[in-house]
């Protein structure tokens, strides 16, 4: 897994030392349920995951220079056998409360959009959110997805929710590019 440098953040692959970082946002009520998962309840339970994340490659650490603690996660993944198909993935991401509104997902998201579309050749990758998430719906907008359409899925709770869904393209991307939109 490679690390992605932008101007203020570092992806860089996670690691077991980030374990009490991860606890320390994954924990918090206000997180995980607004990306469709239950905060965690102990530090066995983030170790858990973690080790998931680490095995599969998928996740970055976000980091902001210069420090290397992580504040949040950020992966590309392939989700179902239809996107292995399509050379699609879908994009996620958590961020610690105390760094919102900082622009730092937009950021990290075309970071990635770039990874996903440069290096991976991805035709396409996909990005959602509950009718909750309205800082999710911000970084979306900001990062250019358009709407495809919404799913049920099932919450932390195994409540059905509507996720909305959006898309971009290579070529969406690449237009993006073209119209220096993206910030580097």
């Given at each position: ?14 690691r ?15 997180i995980g ?18 080790k ?35 050379r699609?993935?879908?994009i ?16 990290a ?5 770039k990874?996903g ?16 998430n ?6 979306i ?20 929710i ?23």
């Open positions: 897994m490679n690390t992605l440098v932008t101007k203020r953040l570092i992806l860089r692959p996670l077991l030392t980030d374990l009490a970082a991860f606890y320390a946002y994954a924990k918090k009520p206000n349920p607004m990306a469709g998962w239950a905060p965690h309840q102990s530090p066995a339970e983030s170790l858990k995951i973690l998931m994340m680490i095995a599969e490659k998928e996740v970055w650490g976000i980091t902001i220079k210069p420090n290397d603690e992580i504040v949040g996660t950020i992966g590309l993944h392939e989700r179902n056998l239809a996107h292995m198909i399509h699609a993935k879908e996620g991401y958590a961020l610690d409360d105390l760094y919102w509104g900082q622009g730092l997902v937009p950021e998201v075309n970071e990635v959009l990874y579309f440069e290096s991976q050749n991805l035709a396409t990758i996909i990005c959602g959110h509950s009718g909750e309205h800082q999710s719906r911000r970084v907008d900001k990062t250019g997805f358009i709407y495809s359409h919404h799913e049920i899925r099932q919450d932390h709770e195994n409540e059905d509507i996720v909305y869904v959006y898309k971009m393209t290579k070529e969406d991307y690449e237009k993006r590019r073209q119209d220096d939109k993206i910030i580097d």
